[in-house]
T-cell receptor, first 114, second 115 residues
Framework: QKEVEQDPGPLSVPEGAIVSLNCTYS??????FMWYRQYSRKGPELLMY????GNKEDGRFTAQVDKSSKYISLFIRDSQPSDSATYLC??????????????FGKGTHLIIQP | EPEVTQTPSHQVTQMGQEVILRCVPI?????FYWYRQILGQKVEFLVS????????KSEIFDDQFSVERPDGSNFTLKIRSTKLEDSAMYFC?????????????FGPGTRLTVL
């Protein structure tokens, strides 16, 4: 079973707020977890890539993975209007030596109000 | 910065016609993928391709679909006889995996409309 759940939103927050985006999944074999940003009618843009459980920080973005709870999060600090987009979580098992297809959540539509 | 490119950006076709969607992956990447996104739905994996053969495919990727790397730069997706339900955004992606680590970079997509 390859299912990833993500609240589609929209999530509307004021500029400067901390944003928390989340996904849950059911397949315990997933080991690689990604966050993509997608602007309207554009391709997904890779933001964060993490392996197994733990935290990873990159600028204003922090990704967290809790494999025991099958729960991943993306935090955005000091949110800007330009962060307004749809955020997609994606994951893979990593057993195919690079050939794995990604399983995506439906995406959360984020709106940062100026 | 290197990027994946796709042509055309929008393709309109009649039901039953064949379409070929084209992609130029990032030049040093070895793995290539096709995904689709029906309007309002999830991005769905179709197929992965490595060393001139299909590595993995989903249930969606039936006999109507085929992929090819006709030369050293292009990667194509062919739909033999399009159906109305094939209308979607089609994304190409590529990666240069290091062991099991596999960061996939996506192109801007081709919007396919089947009438």
């Amino acid at each position: 079973q390859k299912e990833v759940e993500q609240d589609p939103g929209p999530l509307s927050v004021p500029e400067g707020a901390i944003v928390s985006l989340n996904c849950t999944y059911s397949n315990s074999a997933f080991q690689y977890f990604m966050w993509y940003r997608q602007y309207s009618r554009k391709g997904p843009e890779l933001l964060m890539y993490t392996y197994s459980s733990g935290n990873k920080e990159d600028g204003r973005f922090t990704a967290q993975v809790d494999k025991s709870s099958k729960y991943i999060s993306l935090f955005i600090r000091d949110s800007q209007p330009s962060d307004s987009a749809t955020y997609l979580c994606a994951m893979s098992v990593g057993s195919g030596g690079g050939a794995d297809g990604l399983t995506f959540g439906k995406g959360t539509h984020l709106i940062i109000q100026p | 910065e290197p990027e994946v490119t796709q042509t055309p950006s929008h393709q309109v076709t009649q039901m039953g016609q064949e379409v070929i969607l084209r992609c130029v992956p990032i030049s040093n990447h070895l793995y290539f993928y096709w995904y689709r996104q029906i309007l309002g739905q999830k991005v769905e994996f179709l197929v992965s391709f490595y060393n001139n053969e299909i590595s993995e495919k989903s249930e969606i990727f039936d006999d109507q679909f085929s992929v090819e790397r006709p030369d050293g730069s292009n990667f194509t997706l062919k739909i033999r006889s399009t159906k109305l339900e094939d209308s979607a955004m089609y994304f190409c992606a590529s990666s240069a995996p290091s062991g099991p680590r596999n960061e996939q970079f996506f192109g801007p997509g081709t919007r396919l409309t089947v009438l």
